[in-house]
Every structure is written in structure tokens, then in C-alpha cells.
């Protein structure tokens, strides 16, 4: 156990001094016309222009280079996480102000979507089903602007104006109630219908907190929802208390 420990060390030791020594590394690089003073990059070690670095502002101030900040801010918000500072170990989160000018407008538009996102409550998140629009709402302030939608599911957007229906998420059904629509044409026609029945093709469930589809490639019947973080059990939806599954399910795929 001591040997574990003290290895561990070793490799803290290691990539601290590997880390202090990158981050001071620094020469001038004569040109035909003028010397450039390049450094390291200590995220990915390549040698960049000072002018080629980014002062982190939120709290840390790495310098890092801009093809490493473009790599954490598109791989980051693929995977729908919060958008870090790249350099190892780091938690400090990219602000809007040091990504302006790194990355371009569709991943600036998208990290101001994150951080709406994450301040509103999971169950509390209501999206436009328009797919030119889908605006991030939050279901208490839709009922604030019209308290009567208190005892319905319909739901306007205040962004495109569009009446929607919250349990199906498709355009108003006016005049007919949720069941009804969902044995129409105009549902089973729907994009909503067709994407219903391509989770049931391919087996996939939905989160039984929040309803987002999960997906499962192998491993334990326990999985927990990257949306919500809800723990259950993928064959049943029961919900998995301490650790442990309550349900009978086999733990194993």
C-alpha cells in the first residue's frame, strides 16, 4: 500500500514539474525580418507565438493555445458537458469572454445555451418543438406569464410564439385532448411518433426521472442519466438507491 502511495506521488511530482517547466519555456525564434518569442503550450506541449495563446480569465490564468482551446470547447459541448479550462486538472470553467474570438459563433451560441440550461432545474426545462426555434424555457416562468396553463400541458414559446403541447411536445391540439391526438394521423405522421418508434427499434429507454432517451453500449444494468444524473436499472427503470439496484433484475447485461 505504501509503494502504491508513494508511486502516486511520484506521478503527481512528475507531471507538476513537467507542467511548471512547460509553462515557463520560452525562446526566440530568429525570422527573416523580425525574432518571435515562442512558448509551450502546457496542454498539448507544441510550441506556439505568445500572440497564438489565450489568457485564461476565470480564476486560473493558463495560457493556452488556441487549437487546444477549440479541441476542449468542441468536444466538451458534444458531450454536453461544462466547458473547462483545458489545461490538466484544471475545474476552472471557460467564460464566455475567453472563448470570443477563439471559436466561432455556433459554439459561442451553444455555450450561452449550456449555461441557461444548467441554471434551470432539469424538470423544470421545457423546449420548443419547432425545430427553427427550439428556445430553452423554464416551465415555472411559462406559467407565471399565463397562470390558466396551470391546469393544461399547452405551453406558448416566447421566443417564436408558437403553441405546443408539453407531454407530446408537437404544435397545439386544439380540440382534442392529449389521448385523443396521440391516436390520430396527424401524431402517428408526426416527427415526435416517428422518433417514439425508433426508440422502441432499437430498445433504447427513457430516463424514468426526466424522459430523456439513454442509450446503453454493454456493461451493468445500473447506468445513471447524463442529463439528470438519475441512477436505475436500464431493464426495468427502477431507481437504484446507495449503489445498489432495488429491483430483481440481473445486474449484468
Known amino acids: 500500500m505504501d509503494k502504491e502511495l508513494e508511486l502516486a506521488r511520484q506521478k503527481i511530482d512528475l507531471v507538476m514539474a513537467r507542467d511548471a ?24 506541449y507544441t510550441h506556439v507565438s505568445r500572440p497564438h495563446k489565450l489568457e485564461v480569465r476565470s480564476g486560473c490564468f493558463h495560457l493556452i493555445c488556441f487549437t487546444c482551446i477549440r479541441d476542449c470547447v468542441s468536444s466538451q459541448l458534444a458531450r454536453g458537458d461544462t466547458v473547462l479550462c483545458p489545461y490538466p486538472g484544471c475545474e476552472n470553467e471557460l467564460v464566455l469572454e475567453d ?5 466561432d459563433d455556433d459554439a459561442l ?22 425545430p427553427s426555434c427550439n428556445f430553452l424555457m423554464a416551465d415555472r416562468d411559462l406559467l407565471a406569464i399565463d397562470p390558466r396553463q396551470k391546469k393544461s400541458v399547452e405551453r406558448t414559446c416566447v421566443e417564436c410564439g ?10 397545439w391540439h386544439y380540440k382534442k385532448t392529449c389521448d385523443e391526438f396521440k391516436k390520430s394521423q396527424a401524431y402517428l405522421t408526426s416527427d415526435a411518433a416517428l422518433f417514439e418508434s425508433l426508440v422502441k ?18 456493461g451493468c444494468q445500473r447506468i445513471s442519466c447524463r442529463h439528470c444524473n438519475h441512477k436505475f436499472c436500464y431493464a426495468c427503470g427502477a431507481a437504484c438507491t446507495r449503489k ?3 429491483c430483481n433484475c440481473s445486474p449484468q447485461d
Request: proline fraction near 6%; include cysteine; charge should be positive.
Open 201 to 218: 427499434t432499437q430498445g433504447w429507454i427513457k430516463c424514468p426521472q426526466c424522459a430523456t432517451v439513454v442509450q446503453k453500449n454493454g
Open 99 to 103: 472563448c470570443r474570438g477563439v471559436v
Open 109 to 130: 451560441n451553444l455555450i450561452i445555451h449550456r449555461k441557461k440550461e444548467k441554471a434551470i432545474p432539469v424538470l423544470d426545462r421545457v423546449y420548443c418543438p419547432k
Open 21 to 44: 517547466i512547460a509553462s515557463q519555456t520560452r525562446w526566440i525564434e530568429e525570422g527573416d525580418d523580425t525574432n518571435t518569442e515562442n512558448e509551450t503550450c502546457p496542454a498539448c
Open 244 to 246: 445498489k439496484m432495488s
Open 162 to 171: 408558437l403553441c405546443f403541447c408539453k407531454k407530446y411536445h408537437v404544435p
